[in-house]
């Protein structure tokens, strides 16, 4: 029997990532790139060159908030230019297969219940910290359909405001884009920092790396930024714990990188906040998966015949 495959898409605020996964699992080969301002001449040209016969079908995550019956993004405040553009249809009409489209965070949450950290846990939450925050909720070992945009829960009733429109956002203490945008406004109001070092002195130019890298180092700046942003995450990390009592708490996306001083800030905050009894029960830990899990979880989706 010809093996079979999925082509896998995650379309998040900063990159897009596109493989072909066989049907055990196994991504066979794999396309990253910048989330580019032509996103369907991308999309369409990355397929192709994964593109053949034993394709059955395309699963795709993405960032926002997504309108199943019409396969569309109805909003997505990281990438915004992608909202009510019929992404799945284009796709379709082009390569004559279906097409799934989910939410990219759902997708993760999938990838790692199929071949990662959630294959052990019936109940889990995945929340991924990169540009902004997403979230995915396993029950009884299945995708529950909510919208899950945990990273627009709102922890300051009169806080900052956030890309959605809305204000005091979990994203906007605890996300990339808001460490980034911690660093450049400290570094304006002349804050003294070993960052002013990287990147040839354009503070405009700072990644996260470049920030934990100098906390690391022992920069002031850099680890109490680490540590407010990891002390928010805490909270919304207890308000969570709370509300649903996982088994598991997975975290993935860029900032799991600064595990030693943003996540451990995180862990230890929520601790704080949260009933003992419900937190001793969680175990929180990061992805095994890395950038996989996202379209290891679209493929999955089209294996399984879920919202094709």
């Known amino acids: 029997m010809k093996k079979k495959y999925a082509i896998g898409i995650d379309l998040g605020g900063t990159h897009l990532r ?22 369907v001449e991308s999309l369409v040209q990355s397929v192709r060159d994964l593109f ?105 009733a009169n806080g900052k405001n956030c890309s959605c429109g809305n204000n005091g956002c979990l994203e906007a203490y605890a996300s990339a884009r808001a460490i980034l945008s911690h660093a450049t406004t400290s570094l304006e109001d002349g804050a003294e920092s070993a960052l002013r070092e990287c990147c040839k002195g354009n503070i405009y130019k700072l990644t996260p790396e470049d920030i934990y890298k100098a906390a690391l180092d022992g920069d002031t700046l850099s680890r109490e930024i680490l540590r407010e942003a990891g002390r928010y995450l805490g909270v919304g990390i207890s308000n969570l714990i709370h509300v649903f009592s996982p088994d598991a708490l997975i975290l993935a996306g860029g900032l799991i990188g600064a595990w030693n001083i943003f996540i451990q800030e995180a862990i230890k905050e929520a601790s704080r906040r949260t009933f003992r009894q419900l937190f001793e029960k969680v175990r929180i830990l990061p992805s095994s998966l890395g950038d996989d899990a996202g379209i290891l979880g679209a493929s999955h989706l089209v294996f399984t015949c879920q919202r094709t």
């Open 52 to 156: 053949s016969d034993t394709v059955k079908g395309i699963g795709m995550g993405v960032a926002g908030l997504i309108d199943r019956e019409r396969g569309i993004v109805t909003e997505s405040p990281n990438l915004s230019r992608i909202e009510g553009l019929d992404i799945a249809g284009i796709l379709r009409d082009t390569f004559s297969l279906p097409v799934v489209l989910e939410n990219d965070a759902n997708v993760a949450a999938m990838g790692e219940k199929w071949m990662g950290e959630g294959k052990a846990f019936r109940n889990f939450l995945l929340l991924t910290l990169g540009t902004g925050i997403g979230g995915g909720i396993i029950h009884n070992h299945g995708l529950m359909d909510v919208s899950a945009e945990i990273g627009h829960m709102s922890i300051m």
């Open 18 to 39: 596109v493989a072909l996964v066989s049907e055990e699992g196994e991504i066979v080969q794999k396309v990253k790139m910048p989330s580019s301002e032509n996103i």
